[in-house]
């Protein structure tokens, strides 16, 4: 048994007997990736020999002194900034980058008294849904080898699923942690837009971008949620609200709990398999106190063509700074200015960046900006007015992660419409600025499958509250691939 099968909580405990030390959690964690990512492909850079002096280090601190997560190993996804420790968004164009400073989160993550293992593989600049379009390798699903694990936080969530580390961070701009979280059997929370700082993440969609923190459970979760959230002075977008004690909500009660089901989600295009896993962990729901009645969503059916315009179009400027004068890649051999900039940025960027690029040069441009990026704006306000209405009789929505469970390694690679429907259930969550979270619900096959929770703006609480009780009263959160044991 690995040590990361306990909890956050079990694992305080057995540093505070003098059964463990942090030293050994961190070895544990660099020996588990050094076992077993030659199969996940989860990390591209690792921070050994700084983990390793700072663990000694914190073995020092007195047990009066330490908090919940103290001591304990966690991976960051490689679009969060980390000083020292190089930062490539999964891309050839900032290959080689060292940042100068600590991401907002990452110095939250120091201050809870973390160990940062290393830099996790992703999606190219978060834009993808099976990390296939990284620049330097593909990570696989634990569950199922050939399978992706799900993206842009594909590898967040399947170094968190192989056991390789016991905590990771990623970020969602449409989906990206619930989506690999449903696919990789773990716990994954998108928290509302504001709740975490986005100071130190490169940005892909600034209006919708959140960073989140995936776990094997709901507790564990809802704590490293606490540690990184608040407000922050370096963004403007952080949210003024206090950060609530989540882990102190979750008492398993939820009766008179009002759960609505959008008819949307539980309809045409989600596979049986994921359909009735959602139905079957209503009925748990249900036998737990919870009423479930079924509502509708109407302009959801507009949400992936809104997303795909607004974050496309707002890439299309945020990515316009990678130009190869100030840092990362530069071309060799060019003429003159202009031709640095078009060969810099057609040899560092993939396929997938460049046609998002495009896309949203192209809604943003004159002649198309009232007919794509204004009419995407309107979607989206009556996207979030749908939202807000239904929150006025209930307390969260239910429905499935994903329409399907993982998809083979290579199946829609060349197919990017079918790849972006994958996040039909995720994208209006970001739209609306709502939180939500994915638990593990079934699965199909030997593949995980996940249940959606969305709560009303800055009510994580709820929504963790639920989770937790859906948790208490199942046992899919238990379930580890069969690479835990390296068969």
């Known amino acids: 048994m690995t040590l990361f099968e306990r909890s956050a909580k079990e694992l305080q405990e057995s540093l505070h007997n003098g059964e463990l030390t942090i030293a050994d959690l961190t070895k544990e964690a660099f020996d588990r990736v050094e076992k077993l990512d030659g199969d996940v492909q989860a990390f591209l850079a690792l921070n050994k020999e700084q983990a390793t002096a700072k663990a000694a280090e914190l073995d020092q601190v007195p047990f009066e002194e330490r908090g919940p997560l103290f001591g304990l190993p966690i991976g960051v996804k490689d679009n969060i900034v980390t000083e020292g420790l190089e930062t490539t968004c999964a891309s050839k164009i900032l290959e080689g980058f060292m940042p100068i400073y600590d991401a907002t989160v990452v110095k939250k993550l120091r201050e809870a008294g973390m160990v940062t293992i290393g830099k996790l593989n992703m999606d190219e600049f978060a834009m993808g849904s099976s990390n296939e379009n990284s620049a330097y390798k593909t990570t696989k699903n634990p569950w199922k080898l050939e399978h992706v694990p799900g993206g842009s936080s594909g590898a967040s969530a399947a170094a968190v699923a192989a056991g390789e580390v016991p905590f990771s961070l990623g970020s969602d701009t449409g989906g990206s942690i619930r989506q690999p979280a449903a696919y990789c059997g773990v716990v994954g929370m998108k928290p509302t837009y504001?709740?975490?700082?986005?100071?130190?993440?490169?940005?892909?969609?600034?209006?919708?971008?959140?960073?989140?923190?995936?776990?094997?459970?709901?507790?564990?979760?809802?704590?490293?949620?606490?540690?990184?959230?608040?407000?922050?002075?370096?963004?403007?977008?952080?949210?003024?609200?206090?950060?609530?004690?989540?882990?102190?909500?979750?008492?398993?009660?939820?009766?008179?709990?009002?759960?609505?089901?959008?008819?949307?989600?539980?309809?045409?295009?989600?596979?049986?398999?994921?359909?009735?896993?959602?139905?079957?962990?209503?009925?748990?729901?249900?036998?737990?106190?919870?009423?479930?009645?079924?509502?509708?969503?109407?302009?959801?059916?507009?949400?992936?063509?809104?997303?795909?315009?607004?974050?496309?179009?707002?890439?299309?400027?945020?990515?316009?700074?990678f130009d190869g004068i100030r840092y990362g890649f530069r071309a060799e051999g060019v003429k003159n200015l202009m031709e640095l900039y078009k060969e810099t940025r057609a040899q560092g960027f993939g396929d997938e960046v460049k046609r998002r690029i495009m896309l949203g040069t192209y809604s943003l441009s004159a002649g198309t900006y009232d007919a794509y990026y204004k009419k995407a704006q309107q979607a989206r306000t009556l996207i979030k007015q749908d939202y807000d209405k239904i929150f006025e009789e209930y307390d969260v929505i239910v429905g499935p992660t994903a329409p399907t469970a993982a998809f083979e390694i290579g199946k829609n690679i060349d197919d990017p419409m079918t790849m972006y429907a994958n996040d039909i259930l995720t994208i209006p969550i970001n739209l609306a600025g709502v939180p939500a979270i994915s638990i593990p619900c079934g699965f199909d096959g030997d593949l995980p499958l996940g249940l959606q929770i969305i709560g009303k703006h800055f009510d994580e609480e709820t929504i963790y509250r639920t989770a937790y009780a859906y948790e208490k009263a199942t046992d899919f959160h238990t379930k580890t691939p069969q690479i835990w044991e390296g068969k």
Request: charged fraction near 20%; hydrophobic fraction near 45%.
């Open 194 to 321: 504001g709740r975490v700082s986005r100071f130190g993440l490169v940005a892909f969609a600034s209006s919708l971008d959140q960073i989140g923190p995936i776990t094997r459970n709901v507790r564990d979760n809802a704590l490293l949620l606490e540690a990184i959230a608040g407000v922050d002075p370096n963004d403007s977008t952080s949210a003024d609200i206090p950060v609530p004690n989540y882990a102190a909500a979750l008492d398993g009660n939820i009766k008179g709990l009002k759960i609505a089901v959008p008819k949307e989600f539980i309809g045409e295009g989600v596979q049986e398999a994921a359909r009735q896993s959602v139905l079957d962990a209503l009925e748990v729901l249900k036998g737990l106190g919870a009423t479930v009645e079924e509502v509708s969503l109407p302009h959801s059916k507009y949400a992936l063509a809104a997303y795909y315009i607004l974050s496309s179009s707002e890439a299309s400027s945020n990515l316009s700074r």
